[in-house]
C-alpha cells in the first residue's frame, strides 16, 4: 500500500484545505500506478505549529510542506521512471490544493520498503507469494 505522510505547518489546515489535499495526493499516487492503487492510498495530515517548527536553528520558521511516501519497493520497478512521476505528481497535489507558493520550497521523499521488511495483516509480503 501506498503511504502518504504529509508534515506542514498547522496554519495552513483549515477545515477546506484537507479534502482537497487528500484528493489530490490520491489522484497524484493514481495517475502514476493506476485506478487499482486507489482504494489502497493511505494519507495522514500531520499539521504542526509554525512555532514548534526550526530551520537553521530558529524556532518559528515553517519549511514547506514535505510528503513522504513510502510502499513496496517492487511498486517503483511497476512502472517506468515511477519515482521522478510521483515527485512531480506529489508537489502539483500540494500545489493543487494550497497555492503556488508552496512549490519552491515543497519537499518529497521516496522510500521504497523491501517485501521481506513489509508486512500487511502480520504476515510478511514476502511469504504472501
Same mark, same amino acid.
Given at each position: 500500500?501506498? !503511504?502518504?505522510?504529509?508534515?506542514?505547518?498547522?496554519?495552513? $489546515?483549515?477545515?477546506?484545505?484537507?479534502? /482537497?489535499?487528500?484528493?489530490? $495526493?490520491? #489522484?497524484?499516487?493514481? %495517475?502514476?500506478?493506476?485506478?487499482?492503487?486507489?482504494?489502497?492510498?493511505?494519507?495522514?495530515?500531520?499539521?504542526?505549529?509554525?512555532? /514548534?517548527?526550526?530551520?537553521?536553528?530558529?524556532?518559528?520558521?515553517?519549511? *514547506?510542506?514535505? &510528503? !513522504? $511516501? !513510502? %510502499? /513496496?519497493?517492487?511498486?517503483?520497478?511497476? &512502472?517506468?521512471?515511477?519515482? %521522478? /512521476?510521483?515527485?512531480?505528481?506529489?508537489? #502539483?497535489?500540494? &500545489? $493543487?490544493?494550497?497555492?503556488? !507558493? &508552496?512549490?519552491?520550497?515543497?519537499?518529497?521523499?521516496?522510500?521504497?520498503?523491501?517485501?521481506?521488511?513489509?508486512?500487511? *495483516?502480520?504476515?510478511?509480503?514476502?511469504?504472501?507469494?
Amino acid at each position: 500500500m501506498p !503511504h502518504c505522510t504529509v508534515t506542514l505547518a498547522e496554519e495552513l $489546515l483549515d477545515g477546506t484545505v484537507e479534502e /482537497r489535499l487528500v484528493g489530490a $495526493l490520491t #489522484d497524484a499516487v493514481v %495517475s502514476v500506478y493506476g485506478d487499482w492503487a486507489r482504494p489502497l492510498v493511505v494519507i495522514a495530515l500531520n499539521g504542526v505549529p509554525t512555532a /514548534r517548527f526550526a530551520v537553521g536553528g530558529r524556532l518559528g520558521t515553517a519549511p *514547506g510542506p514535505a &510528503v !513522504h $511516501l !513510502h %510502499s /513496496r519497493a517492487g511498486l517503483f520497478e511497476q &512502472v517506468p521512471d515511477a519515482a %521522478s /512521476r510521483l515527485a512531480a505528481a506529489l508537489t #502539483d497535489a500540494l &500545489v $493543487l490544493a494550497l497555492g503556488e !507558493h &508552496v512549490r519552491p520550497d515543497a519537499a518529497v521523499t521516496l522510500t521504497g520498503v523491501p517485501d521481506d521488511r513489509s508486512a500487511v *495483516g502480520g504476515e510478511l509480503f514476502a511469504a504472501r507469494r
